[in-house]
């Protein structure tokens, strides 16, 4: 069989009490992330302990385990489930390189998978520097052999002679230097979004949240008609989209969000807070969630989290179970009231079960919108009147 040049392993250190199918739900998921770059992963490696060892995240005989397969199987990348400080990087990039070779094995960590992935997916001017400033704060402190992300930033010019601290100090002030340039682009962008904004003051705004790839943007074309790119990929949405929706009478705009997913990089999420203020600023948050997934209440908890870390913790969400085309084929009929009391507990006080690629309970979920985008429709306006006696539909 021929060896692909970008093949990969999966690495994960998870506690003593973990349990087994989590800990591959997590690798699958990684492995995922990977496939979205064109990185085909082909085997995994978990070790148990109650901390990640200091120097090189695995045990020492983990690590010989993994520099033996790589080297027999000639991997291109090595991934962590994790977060790698700047010393556990250098010291695994020694580990898995000859000295004074070029480095040949690239390491990545979970936060600079998913940044590349980011990075990728950006289209507006405002996505590509929220994450190229992500990027460099990420690689700042770990300037080490990782200059490829830096010249593909740069356009890819220039040749790397030799090495030593003068070299890298010289890139750290490349860095900063571009960090401070995208601060300042970041600040002019934020004006004219905030200028945008006050002109949609007086209009009801709902956003979805949800997991990264639960179906927001099948759903977001469903409800407002429009053109939103919906793929089965991690991360297909990272810019935001906003459109005009009307139901009945009354408008209101309905935004679809970038995806969250556990371990969100924190640059990441302190660079988006311009397109995140789409949710902050919602007066209702549609959490959508992929009923069939496995570990989905794990992921509700996660997306809880995160709202509340952004500041969107309190404002009043539905809860949008979608994919019940799949729960039903492995089930069966499915007793969807009795289901909604078991969602309760998580703190959403409306549940309602949908299929966005078969159109299933679409109409109900409409209604529900409807008559709460009325209430706050009415507080703005409180002298509308309802002409209308059912909402525009299908």
Known sequence: MEKLKNQAVLV????????????????????????????VTIHRFTQKLPNPDVRSFVGKGKLEEIKAFVARNDVRYVLFDDDLS?????????????????LSVRIYDRSLLILDIFLMRAQSSQARTQVELAMNQYLLPRL???????ERQRGGTGTRGGSG????????RVVRDQISKLKEDLKKIDKQ????????????????????????????????????KAENKLFATVDATVRKVVFGDIPFLLSDTVGFIRKLPHHLIESFKSTLDEVREADLLLHVVDSSHPFHENQIEVVKNTLVEIGAGNIPTLLVLNKIDR????????????????????????????????????????????????????????????????????
């Open 12 to 39: 994960a250190v998870s506690a003593p009490k973990s349990r087994p199918e989590e800990i591959e739900e997590h690798l699958d998921e990684m492995a995922f992330l990977a496939e979205t770059i064109g990185i």
């Open 86 to 102: 700047p010393s556990q990087l250098r010291n695994l990039e020694k580990e898995l390189n000859k000295a004074g070779e070029e």
């Open 144 to 150: 080490t052999r990782m200059w490829t992300h830096l």
């Open 165 to 172: 601290e003068k070299e890298i100090e010289t890139d750290r």
């Open 193 to 228: 979004r905030q200028t945008q904004r006050k002109s949609r003051e007086g209009i009801v705004r709902v956003a979805l949240v949800g997991y990264t790839n639960v179906g927001k943007s099948t759903l977001m074309n469903l409800l407002s008609k429009a053109d939103v």
């Open 327 to 394: 729960l039903q084929n492995e089930n069966g009929d499915l007793d969807f009231e009795g289901l909604q009391g078991h969602y309760r507990p998580h703190g959403f006080a409306q549940v309602v079960f949908v299929s966005a690629t078969k159109k299933e309970n679409i109409q109900a979920l409409r209604q529900i919108i409807f008559d709460e985008v009325k209430k706050k429709h009415l507080q703005i306006y409180p002298n509308y009147i309802d002409y209308s006696k059912a909402i525009a539909g299908e």
